[in-house]
């Protein structure tokens, strides 16, 4: 499956179960109109793919389209952290681990994941958790 239908098939499942959850598009648009060129930002750079509310909790869920492209990007994200400046094609997937960081500061959960089996998972994590975890990001195999 293509992160696309990942995406999409993880949505309609968070719907289904009776969770809200909002698909988010970050980055810049470019519009022209006639000979205007304007720029509409959208949500942050890094923001995850979907943020939703899983039994009165805030979790940001990042989608990738396999669990290849899960090791990619932790494997961008481990040299970007151990490497100055920042690798340019290494700039999104850091930029995504920090907005990452920054939801679980404030109380929130987050996941990396590939699957509708992974996206069951961390909703049982959630569901069942009575006392946050110290790190409430759900661990992959090179975390």
């Known amino acids: 499956m293509s992160e696309q239908e990942v995406l999409k098939a993880c949505i309609n499942y968070l719907r289904w179960r009776g969770h809200y959850c909002q698909r988010v598009h970050s980055g810049l648009i470019r519009q022209v109109i006639g000979k205007e060129v304007r720029w509409i930002h959208l949500a942050d750079r890094g923001t995850?793919?979907?943020?939703?509310?899983?039994?009165?909790?805030?979790?940001?869920?990042?989608?990738?389209?396999?669990?290849?492209?899960?090791?990619?990007?932790?494997?961008?994200?481990?040299?970007?952290?151990?490497?100055?400046?920042?690798?340019?094609?290494?700039?999104?997937?850091?930029?995504?681990?920090?907005?990452?960081?920054?939801?679980?500061?404030?109380?929130g959960y987050t996941a990396l994941i590939s699957s509708i089996a992974e996206l069951e998972h961390m909703i049982t994590i959630i569901t069942t958790n009575e006392s946050k975890p110290s790190l409430k990001r759900l661990k992959t195999p090179l975390d």
Do not use: Y
């Open 48 to 107: 995850p793919d979907i943020l939703a509310c899983i039994d009165g909790k805030f979790v940001g869920i990042e989608v990738k389209a396999s669990e290849a492209a899960k090791k990619e990007w932790h494997r961008k994200v481990k040299k970007s952290l151990e490497l100055k400046p920042l690798v340019k094609n290494d700039e999104t997937a850091v930029a995504q681990h920090e907005q990452m960081n920054l939801i679980e500061s404030a109380g």
